[in-house]
């Protein structure tokens, strides 16, 4: 079964503090995978998508297709990225479905 | 470009009241959906419209039923509301050919059922 899964609900660091928000997924074939994100008060938008390999505001993800994750990082966290996180990826079929995790809570302290 | 537009942005429904969620996007995109996000489960997917005049279930469909009415709106109805759909939907929509799937959203409707 496809699956993404982002073991914390919440994650709490100190402004500077590298960042890392994990994501596992389950998938047969090529995944295209995604991560969204969504400010208070803001709809959810795209941050970053793997295909691109570039990096927004600061943050960078890559796939490993061996550990089968697609983890978020920041190497300096500022308190603007405070934001619910979603990391997702593209169902089978070419429908553009996504398949969303839980979703991670970054709180950036000051 | 207003991008994906949803209305209502709050309601509030007794149990087994119906209501309508409007949506519209002015991107020319084939593809919309409807999302609820709930605490702990993340959005998930209730239907989805990969082009106009097609509709398909999603992960929940149960207690729901959509129209594709043209290529901008994709409304979704809740024919007999339950406190169980207390939640937040969101309305997406992208184009596989166009927007290499990346999906756009709508700002969201928060529903409360009592």
């Known amino acids: 079964a496809q699956r993404v899964t982002q073991p914390e609900k919440l994650l709490s660091v100190f402004k500077g503090a590298p960042v890392e928000l994990k994501c596992n997924y389950s998938y047969s074939g090529s995944p295209e995978l995604f991560w969204y994100v969504q400010y208070s008060r803001q709809r959810l938008q795209l941050l970053l998508r793997?295909?691109s390999r570039e990096s927004i505001k600061g943050f960078t993800a890559d796939l490993n297709k061996g550990e089968t994750s697609f983890h978020l990082k920041k190497p300096f966290a500022q308190e603007e990225d405070s934001a619910m996180y979603y990391c997702a990826l593209t169902s089978s079929g070419n429908t553009g479905k996504l398949i969303f995790g839980q979703g991670t809570t970054l709180q950036v302290k000051p | 470009n207003a991008g994906v537009t949803q209305t209502p942005k709050f309601q509030v429904l007794k149990t087994g009241q119906s209501m309508t969620l409007q949506c519209a996007q002015d991107?020319?995109?084939?593809?919309m959906y409807w999302y609820r996000q709930d605490p702990g489960m993340g959005l998930r997917l209730i239907y989805y419209?990969?082009?106009?005049?097609?509709?398909d279930k999603g992960e929940v469909p149960n207690g729901y039923n959509v129209s594709r009415l043209n290529k901008r709106e994709f409304s979704l109805r809740l024919e007999s509301a339950a406190p169980s759909q207390t939640s937040v939907y969101f309305c997406?929509?992208?184009?596989?050919?166009?927007?290499?799937?990346?999906?756009?959203f709508g700002a969201g409707t928060r529903l409360s059922v009592l």
């Open positions: 991107m020319n995109h084939n593809s």
């Open positions: 793997h295909i």
């Open positions: 997406a929509s992208g184009d596989v050919a166009l927007a290499k799937n990346i999906q756009y």
């Open positions: 419209s990969a082009s106009e005049g097609t509709t």
